[in-house]
């Protein structure tokens, strides 16, 4: 188990050196230099090449990549070109708000998910099975910032229950948790939804499987059929969607951070896309991979727990 | 028959909605298994033989499927009639039932040995390791060899012959006075099959059980069974103890499906060689529903035959045929 946990770190290190590389060449080769485009069209050419001159673009490309792959590497990511402080700082300080707000949408998006789902399909097309559909897909469609802003009003100002400025808050776990709660919500209904119909359409087919009905023919109770023998067999394709979407949310949650003003790694991407923040942007990249390498894995682990098939080699 | 039958099945008919009409799968079937007794089920793909014994163990899908006419007669209750808190207390204990797919008639998330041991726990109300115990004799029983070491093992480390040993022993985990086997060779090894058989034939003498044997294939049949049903269509179109149908096969799809027994020289036995196919439930032929397919045909043959004795044959030899066995046209 341990040797592979360590296999599988092993062999993200390819994966990140490539993504780096092709972080690196991207931003040399296409089009456009980026000295000028982040100095803007009436940048004088002495500020553009003092620019280039400290991102050291006017080195030879061997050199800058030598250089570029040794820093990334070693946790040296330069300085971010606005705010002047280190890029990994800046990440390393939002990454605790990115990783909270994640694991709790998606513990409140099985919470609600799981048995909802599983509970639609074995009430199929019954009155509930329809609002859970209907209400699932209402999840899916409806703007997530609009919600965000939504819950802001009723829950932050109507009702004063939570502060409006989800900051993260101080200390205590409490209060953290305060400052949770909304931008959780807001994310985890949109994954509530997802989990939902996965579940549910998951569960139909298992539902329909030989081992089912093997179950009920040596009179296992219905309670133990879906709960023992189903819903395991249910979680295999929920896992999978729930793996992908993680990436997703990470990147997607940049509304709800900035309807609830919460620092996190959407954020940080958007102010760095917008302010033409070149370094930053680089480090973020890595970040990235990083993240979805990690997500990988854990998905596969939780296979593993769930699917008795699947071999960790 | 002196002794009352184990199972007697009057006129059974199950339907499924298809398109917003019920239409019967199987129709107005009729027998009784007697106590000992091996009563094979004969017949091609999609003729209802597992709707036959689906419809005695309660397990036809509620959503579009009914048993609309008929008595399952089981210990003097009518299983078509009983609710399922009742059909599930003697699904898996009195009469059992093994599939004909061993490799996806196992969950493939739970270990062979908790499946196993699930039917004494509800049945018989063990505890997990006296179940686990029994569960390793059931194994043994089987011939899984190193029984002790594979109880937690998972479907997927067994081979198809070794799953289907294991579906043998959780049928007979709570010693079922009927056994119903549904294809359960179908799938295998020429060579397995034989030693499946072998094992099913030994184990039923061992328990005293009944057991309805469903085969496509007339020549596994002939060294199982005492007596055969061949089904055609839904119904049943010829029955007679096993000696005498083969000594005087008389409805032409019985004399079609002996021709078509595969030879040994072949490994497939799942090729048939009848021309043209079983009607769908929903296209089924008015008259006599082998017709269609049948070198034989009459006129008379447009109207539905009934099952009638055969004459020079022993009085319980019927067929359902105008021309071989039509005695009352
Ligand atoms: N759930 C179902 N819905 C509709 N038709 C069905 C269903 N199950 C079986 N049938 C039909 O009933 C007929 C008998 O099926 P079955 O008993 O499975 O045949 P077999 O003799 O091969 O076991 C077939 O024509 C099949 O298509
Ligand atoms: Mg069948």
Redesign the pocket.
């Known amino acids: 188990m341990l040797q592979y946990l360590i296999k599988r770190l092993l062999y993200a290190v390819p994966t990140l050196l490539a993504v780096l590389t092709v972080v690196f060449f991207v931003a040399r080769v296409l089009p456009g230099d980026p000295a000028q485009v982040m100095l803007g069209e009436q940048a004088g050419a002495e500020a553009i090449q003092a620019l280039r001159v400290r991102l050291g673009l006017d080195r030879p490309l061997v050199e800058q990549y030598v250089d570029f792959m040794q820093g990334a590497l070693s946790g040296d990511w330069g300085t971010s070109l606005v705010t002047g402080r280190s890029v990994l700082g800046e990440v390393l300080n939002v990454i605790p708000f990115t990783i909270e707000l994640t694991l709790a949408s998606i513990l409140l998006g099985a919470l609600i998910g799981v048995p909802l789902g599983a509970w639609s399909a074995l009430h199929r097309n019954s009155l509930v099975d329809y609002a859970t559909r209907i209400g699932s897909l209402f999840g899916l469609s409806f703007p997530a910032f609009v919600m965000a802003i939504m819950l802001l009003l009723a829950f932050a100002i109507q009702l004063d229950w939570f502060p409006v400025i989800s900051s993260g808050g101080g200390g205590s776990v409490s209060e953290r948790l305060l400052h949770l709660a909304l931008p959780a919500v807001n994310l985890g209904i949109i994954m509530a939804a997802y989990i939902t119909r996965v579940t549910r359409s998951s569960m139909l087919e298992v539902l329909g499987e030989d081992y089912v009905r093997t179950a009920r023919a040596k009179g296992v109770p219905h309670r133990a059929v879906v709960w023992q023998h189903c819903l395991r067999n249910a979680l295999i394709p929920v896992v999978t969607v729930v793996g992908l979407y993680l990436g997703i949310l990470i990147g997607n949650s940049v509304l709800t951070e900035i309807v609830f003003n919460r620092p996190g790694l959407g954020k940080l991407i958007v102010g760095a896309l917008t302010q033409r923040d070149y370094t930053m942007l680089q480090g973020l990249m890595v970040v990235y991979t990083f993240i979805i390498v990690v997500v990988n894995l854990l998905t596969d682990l939780t296979y593993g727990f769930i699917d008795p098939r699947v071999k960790y080699q | 028959m002196a002794e009352a039958p184990a199972l007697s099945v009057q006129g059974l008919t199950t339907e499924?909605?298809?398109g917003g009409q019920w239409?019967a799968?199987?129709r107005g079937i009729d027998f009784d298994l007697g106590k000992n007794e091996t009563l094979a089920?004969v017949?091609?793909?999609?003729?209802?033989?597992?709707?036959?014994?689906?419809s005695i163990m309660g397990l036809?899908?509620k959503a579009?499927?009914r048993i609309a006419a008929g008595k399952i007669l089981f210990e003097g209750q009518d299983l078509a009639q009983l609710d399922e808190e009742h059909l599930r207390e003697i699904r898996g204990d009195r009469i059992a039932m093994i599939f004909?797919e061993p490799m996806t008639s196992l969950n493939p998330v739970l270990t062979i040995g908790f499946q196993v041991a699930e039917a004494l726990r509800y049945h018989r109300g063990m505890s997990q390791a006296e179940a686990r115990t029994h569960a390793l004799e059931l194994l043994e029983q089987v011939k899984i060899p190193s029984a002790r070491q594979r109880l937690d093992d998972y479907p997927h480390q067994f081979s198809g012959g070794m799953r289907q040993r294991v579906m043998i022993a959780m049928a007979l985990a709570c010693k079922p006075q009927i056994l119903l086997a549904?294809?359960p060779t179908t799938a295998l090894d020429v060579t397995i099959q034989a030693q499946v058989l072998l094992l099913l034939a030994e184990l039923k003498q061992l328990y005293g059980m009944s057991m309805i044997f469903?085969s496509?294939n007339l020549g596994v049949v002939a060294t199982i069974a005492d007596r055969v049903a061949v089904?055609y269509?839904?119904e049943i179109v010829e029955t007679a103890a096993v000696g005498d149908l083969f000594d005087r096969p008389t409805h032409p799809y019985t004399e079609a499906l002996l021709s078509s027994i595969p030879r040994v020289d072949r490994t497939s036995d799942t090729l048939m060689a009848i021309p043209g196919q079983?009607?769908?439930?929903n296209r089924m032929p008015g008259g006599c529903r082998y017709a269609p397919r049948c070198a034989l045909r009459q006129p008379v043959c447009e109207r539905p035959p009934a099952l009638a004795p055969v004459s020079g044959s022993a009085p319980t030899h019927l067929a359902r045929c105008w021309v071989r066995a039509g005695g009352d046209r």
């Open positions: 499924f909605r298809i239409h799968a199987i089920l017949g091609e793909s999609g003729c209802g033989k597992s709707i036959t014994a689906l036809i899908p579009a499927g004909q549904d294809e469903i496509h089904m269509a839904g079983v009607p769908a439930i």
